[in-house]
């Protein structure tokens, strides 16, 4: 992981970093690299990974929500996090898909909440996951698995890449995947939210063209577990 901050208050710099530091050491986690800029141009030339961004709004040169938007074309994955004072740039910076939006001064406690939400999104988009077949086994990302459905005695992983059947049963792969990002919405099927395109109290439908079940009882708990997703993702 790599985490770079883009501030020209070098006050806020420092705490930022201060906070990330103390996040990662309460978790006991080495701290992962750390860069920092003072402006736009200088962060937009920077040719290493970028995975947790802290973005302040108004600076010197290109102002926060042009290189907001510029990082994003190159990687959609980026989480941005916005850190200003100035409220009115709230709609523009959620037009480009900010993680979230950071007041000035730094609330420590609601950074640590955001921080937390921001590294479990950061996980599940990058951990990889062994799928075990009968012919040997496929490594992918866990974000890739669409469904895990059990069809008789199969148990099915339907991925963006192709389908595979698994030697395991369906209780492996719920203690195996996130259980932030992944859902058993029917003894049958276990769903990864992100591919979520709409549902109703008897169906989630998903990308691929793809369904699931969903009963009665698991309803509210579905939905609920569903908007806690989107609202960590914004």
């Known amino acids: 992981m790599r ?10 710099v420092e705490q930022l970093q201060n906070y990330i530091k103390s996040f990662f050491e309460n978790i006991g ?23 947790i961004l802290f ?15 510029e990082l994003k074309k190159k990687n959609d994955k980026i989480i941005i996090f916005i850190v200003t004072s100035y409220s009115e740039y709230l709609d523009d910076a959620m037009r480009f ?11 420590k406690q609601r950074f640590f909440r955001n921080m937390k939400d921001a590294v479990d999104l950061y996980n599940t988009m990058t951990i990889k996951i062994p799928i075990e077949t009968k012919q040997g086994v496929h490594t992918l990302p866990a974000s890739s698995v669409i469904t895990v459905e059990a069809h008789g005695r199969k148990v099915m992983i339907h991925t963006t890449l192709c389908d595979f059947e698994s030697i395991h049963n369906m209780q492996y792969w719920l203690e195996l995947l996130p259980k932030n990002r992944f859902f058993q919405t029917h003894r049958s099927f276990i769903i990864n939210f992100e591919h979520v395109t709409d549902f109703d109290r008897n169906l989630v439908h998903m990308a691929d ?18 908007l806690l997703y989107l609202e960590s993702t914004r």
């Open 55 to 69: 973005l302040d709004v108004k600076m010197p040169g290109m102002n926060g929500i042009y290189v907001g938007n």
């Open 3 to 12: 985490i770079l901050i883009c501030d020209d208050d070098a006050l806020i």
């Open 97 to 107: 898909c900010v993680f979230r939006y950071l007041s000035k001064p730094l609330a």
């Open 209 to 226: 063209n793809q369904s699931a079940y969903l009963t009665k009882r698991k309803y509210s708990s579905f939905k609920k577990a569903y």
């Open 29 to 51: 986690v080495k701290c992962p690299e750390l860069i920092c800029f003072s402006n736009g141009e200088s962060l937009l030339a920077d040719n290493g990974e970028k995975d």
